[in-house]
């Protein structure tokens, strides 16, 4: 610890993990349609060939982002001793992030792509660290929400031996998840600012398995 440098103190960079996602529901119910071979629907002949043994299975993941930390963008020949990097300072009674949904702005509006509060900040003063804390408190990056949906058969091939048929959609709903601001430096001309995604778009696979 340096003398009058917060900084080094350990104490005061107490904080939670960057991989402290708080919240996270999954759900993946499995439901076997009545139909076919010991059911009392459609439990013999054509019917039971064509409508038996399928199964339904979505997975529904509601997760929370992971806290994010801000920094101040310095010139390469004002760095600090043991690699510290200098935060900029917080400004009282002001929001971290910017309000309203962030994918219902960019929705609306390409451009409107702002997470952060940039009157939430103020530069802090040269050879100084500022008070920001090593992570925002409150604040995680945007929710990582999803829906997949798996539709399998299973036909019986005769003997000991089986097929399954199966249908999987990733990203049901083409939800995006927004990945964390591209720049958390403040003073950076892309600080705040929301430009990529962090899942893939809609995706459909089949499979076939056979065993013997």
Do not use: C
Request: positive net charge.
């Amino acid at each position: 610890m340096i003398p009058g440098s917060g900084y080094y103190n350990p104490d005061l960079e107490y904080g939670r993990s960057l991989l402290d996602s708080p919240h996270k529901v999954v759900l993946a119910p499995t439901v076997m349609l009545p139909f076919g071979e010991g059911h009392k629907m459609a439990s013999s002949g054509l019917s039971a060939a064509i409508l038996g043994g399928w199964s339904i299975t979505p997975v529904v993941t509601l997760q929370s982002g992971f806290p994010i930390g801000v920094t101040q963008l310095v010139s390469t020949g004002n760095s600090f001793l043991f690699g510290g990097t200098p935060r900029p300072n917080i400004v009282p009674g002001q929001d971290f992030l910017v309000a309203g949904n962030i994918t219902d702005r960019i929705t609306a509006n390409t451009a409107d792509n702002l997470y952060f509060n940039k009157n939430a900040f103020s530069t802090s003063a040269a050879n100084t660290f500022g008070n920001a804390p090593r992570t925002l408190p409150g604040v995680y990056s945007p929710w990582r929400n999803n829906v997949d949906l798996s539709v399998s058969k299973n036909v019986r091939t005769g003997g000991g031996t089986s097929a399954t048929i199966r249908l999987e959609v990733l990203n049901l709903f083409n939800i995006v998840q927004w990945a964390a601001p591209a720049s958390s430096q403040f003073n950076n001309s892309a600080f705040g600012q929301i430009n990529n995604q962090a899942n893939n778009m809609r995706m459909i696979q089949f499979t076939l398995r056979f065993a013997f």
